[in-house]
Antibody, heavy 126, light 107 residues
Framework: QVQLEESGPGLVKPSQTLSLTCFVS??????????WSWIRQPPGKGLEWIGY???????YYNPSLKSRVTISVDTSKKQFSLKLSSVTAADTAVYYC??????????????????WGRGTLVTVSS | DIQMTQSPSSLSASVGDRVTITCRAS??????LDWYQQKPGRAPNLLIY???SLQSGVPSRFSGSGSGTAFTLTISRLQPEDFATYYC?????????FGQGTKVEIK
């Protein structure tokens, strides 16, 4: 079955750029039914959606992070990536990649995260 | 941004209890409300989408209702594996936003 797996450094220095990659295995990344999202969760806190990308490269970023975020996709490698620049301790979190399904039924287009990676903890510290 | 507010923030319940969690949106979101369950050290898992549609593989003791600005998640008979944190999330307009979570603990 389809699985997502995040990879990247677990420790980033303040002011540097956080870089993570999510690999999609067991299925296609190039379906128009899906968007590919990044979501984060600071230790002991709630969930914050960072942004998404389509297989064709269309993106939407959370305005709260937009100035520092870049999400890209490489369909040939079946992976999508997150870059977050100028990090501070407030960016310390578990970062999840997730499949954001666009599902039409009964006259509605529903969107939901139907598949998640295990998450990777990124600590921002000198 | 649409703000999502859950209540209560935490609750204690016993196995077999009926549990209800409420989620309110700052603006009307029609039926575009999803519920997730998260266990410690694990990624969230989708339970309900479109306010009331049960995700495949999720036990039928979970149900969702509501529309507009007020929604509920109900667990009809709480099981030991249901002790977790539950999040609502609106999928009406970007940026997608989550509630702060409701932790269901053992009484």
């Amino acid at each position: 079955q389809v699985q997502l797996e995040e990879s990247g450094p677990g420790l980033v220095k303040p002011s540097q750029t956080l870089s993570l990659t999510c690999f999609v295995s067991g299925g296609s990344i190039s379906s128009g039914d899906y968007y590919w999202s990044w979501i984060r969760q600071p230790p002991g806190k709630g969930l914050e959606w960072i942004g998404y990308i389509s297989y064709s490269g269309s993106t939407y970023y959370n305005p709260s992070l937009k100035s520092r975020v870049t999400i890209s996709v490489d369909t040939s490698k079946k992976q999508f990536s997150l870059k977050l620049s100028s990090v501070t301790a407030a960016d310390t979190a578990v970062y999840y990649c997730a499949r954001d399904l666009d599902y039409y039924t009964g006259g509605y287009y529903y969107r939901y995260f139907d598949l998640w990676g295990r998450g990777t903890l990124v600590t921002v510290s000198s | 941004d649409i703000q999502m507010t859950q209540s209560p923030s935490s609750l204690s319940a016993s196995v077999g209890d009926r549990v209800t969690i409420t989620c309110r949106a700052s603006h009307s979101i029609s039926k575009y409300l999803d519920w997730y369950q998260q266990k410690p050290g694990r990624a969230p898992n989708l339970l309900i989408y479109g306010a009331s549609s049960l995700q495949s593989g999720v036990p039928s003791r979970f149900s969702g209702s509501g529309s507009g600005t007020a929604f509920t998640l109900t667990i009809s008979r709480l099981q030991p594996e249901d002790f977790a944190t539950y999040y609502c999330q609106q999928s009406y307009s970007t940026p997608w936003t989550f509630g702060q979570g409701t932790k269901v603990e053992i009484k």
